[in-house]
C-alpha cells in the first residue's frame, strides 16, 4: 500500500508521540509499504529527506504554541500530485491536514487515537460549555464521521460517531533496542556505578512528573519500600513541573539517600539505564486527572512495555490496558493506585526476592512476542485494509 501519515510529531526525537510515530511509519515500511510521513518540523533537521524507506516532510505546524497540523496547509499542493491508497493521522483536536487530504483525494482516512484530545483540551482549557467547546467538537466529529476506521487503547476514547468502526490495539516497544542483554555492556554498568547502584537493589521510575503518571505518590512509596527494604534505591530519570514537590517531600520524609534524581534522558540512552536497574515502578493514579475517571485509563504507556522488556519486573497500578502488559505475579505486580503500602510491600518483597530476575525475564518474553512494534504493524496493517476495503464499498455504493 502506498500510506500518507499525517502526526504533528516531530521525528525522530525522545519523547513518546514521537517514538510512536516514528516506530508506526518505518514498521510499515519494513513490511513493504511505501510510507509518506509529514510531521512537524524540527530544530537541526531538514525539511525533506528519506530515512529507514520513510519519505518525511517536516513543516511548522503550532499555533501559539499549541500544536496544529492545518498551520502546514501549504504542503498540501506538494503532496495532492502523489498516489496513495489510504491517509492516516495522529488525532489531535487541532489537527485535521490528514483528513482535507483524504477529502480533497477521495481516499480512505484512518485515524489513530492516543486519548480523548478534545475533551482534554476542554477540561484544560476550562472551556466546558463554551461555544468554543461546541467549534472543537463539531471540527473533530467532522473527521471521525469521515473515517473509515480507527484505532485506540481503549475504545472509548474514539468519538462516538465513529466507535463502530473503531479497532482496539495496545502501542509497542523496540524489542530490538530494548533488552537485559544490555546489563553486561560496558555503559550499564558504568551508569549502574556512577549511579550509586553498586550493591544496592534499584528501583526505576521514568516520567515527565505529571501528577497522573504517580509523581505526587512516589515519595511515600519510597519512604514505606526501604523501611522495608533498606537496600533499596530509586532513581528517577525525568523532569517535569511537579519535580521540586516531589523532591521535598522526599526531604521531609528523610529518604532523599534513597532517591536519585537523574533528570531528563534521550529515548537512545533508556536501553541502558533500565538495563542497568533491577525493577521499575509505575504507579499511576487517575485522581489527579478527571479525564482518565471519565473515560477509565485509556493511556498504553510505552515506557512500561519498554521496562518489562528491558527484564525489570513492573509494580504498577490495577487499571485496564495496563493489566494486559503486566501479567500479575508473572512479569510483576497490579496494585490499587494511590495505595502506596500496596506498592511498597511489591518492591519490598522484589529486594528480598532470591532471584527477582526470573520474573523479569519471563515478562521480557512475554512482551516481546506480543507487543513488539513489529507485531503492532501487523495489527495496524490489517486495519488500514479494512479502511480501505470500507472505502471501496463506498464507492460501489454509491454508483
Request: with cysteine.
Amino acid at each position: 500500500m502506498r500510506i500518507i501519515y499525517f502526526s504533528n510529531e516531530d521525528v525522530p526525537a525522545s519523547h513518546a508521540g514521537a517514538v510512536h510515530t516514528w516506530e508506526v511509519a518505518r514498521g510499515l515500511a519494513r513490511r513493504g509499504h511505501h510510507v509518506t510521513l509529514v510531521s512537524a518540523a524540527a530544530a537541526g533537521l531538514p525539511a525533506q529527506e528519506k530515512r529507514d524507506g520513510v519519505s518525511i516532510f517536516r513543516r511548522r505546524s503550532r499555533l501559539a504554541g499549541v500544536k496544529c497540523n492545518l498551520m502546514a496547509a501549504l504542503i498540501l499542493a506538494r503532496l495532492l500530485p502523489g498516489r496513495y491508497d489510504v491517509v492516516m493521522e495522529r488525532y489531535l483536536t487541532l489537527n485535521g491536514l490528514g483528513y482535507l487530504f483524504a477529502a480533497t483525494k477521495k481516499l480512505p482516512y484512518y485515524v489513530e487515537v492516543n486519548g480523548p484530545h478534545v475533551e482534554e483540551v476542554t477540561y484544560r482549557w476550562r472551556l466546558a460549555g463554551t461555544y468554543r467547546a461546541k467549534i472543537l467538537e463539531w471540527w473533530v466529529d467532522r473527521q471521525f464521521a469521515r473515517a473509515d476506521g480507527a484505532c485506540a487503547p481503549n475504545v472509548n476514547i474514539v468519538r462516538p460517531i465513529a466507535r463502530a468502526r473503531a479497532r482496539k490495539i495496545i502501542w509497542g516497544v523496540n524489542e530490538e533496542q530494548f533488552s537485559s542483554a544490555l546489563a553486561a555492556s560496558p555503559r550499564a554498568r558504568s551508569f549502574r556505578e556512577k549511579a550509586g547502584g553498586t550493591g544496592r537493589f534499584v528501583i526505576l521510575f521514568v516520567g515527565s512528573f505529571r501528577p497522573w503518571q504517580g509523581a505526587r505518590d512516589l515519595p511515600a512509596i519510597i519512604a514505606r519500600t526501604v523501611e522495608a527494604a533498606p537496600k533499596a534505591l530509586f532513581w528517577i530519570v525525568g523532569d517535569g513541573d511537579e519535580r521540586p514537590r516531589v523532591e521535598d517531600e522526599i526531604k521531609k520524609l528523610g529518604v532523599a539517600r534513597a532517591a536519585r534524581f537523574l533528570g531528563w534522558r534521550r529515548h537512545r540512552e533508556l536501553p541502558y539505564v533500565m538495563a542497568a536497574a533491577d525493577a521499575a515502578v509505575a504507579p499511576f493514579n487517575d485522581a489527579y486527572y478527571p479525564p482518565l475517571r471519565d473515560f477509565g485509563f485509556f493511556w498504553a504507556p510505552t515506557k512500561v512495555l519498554e521496562c518489562l522488556a528491558s527484564g525489570l519486573p513492573v509494580v504498577s497500578s490495577r487499571y485496564p490496558v495496563l493489566d494486559e502488559m503486566v501479567e500479575e505475579g508473572r512479569s510483576g505486580y497490579l496494585v490499587p493506585a494511590g495505595d502506596a503500602g500496596a506498592f511498597a510491600d511489591r518492591l519490598a518483597g522484589l529486594a528480598r526476592a532470591e532471584n527477582p530476575q526470573e520474573m523479569g525475564r519471563y515478562g521480557e518474553e512475554i512482551v516481546k512476542q506480543e507487543f513488539g512494534w513489529r507485531q503492532h504493524c501487523e495489527i495496524l496493517e490489517g486495519y488500514l485494509r479494512e479502511a480501505v476495503q470500507r472505502r471501496k464499498d463506498l464507492h460501489k455504493g454509491l454508483k
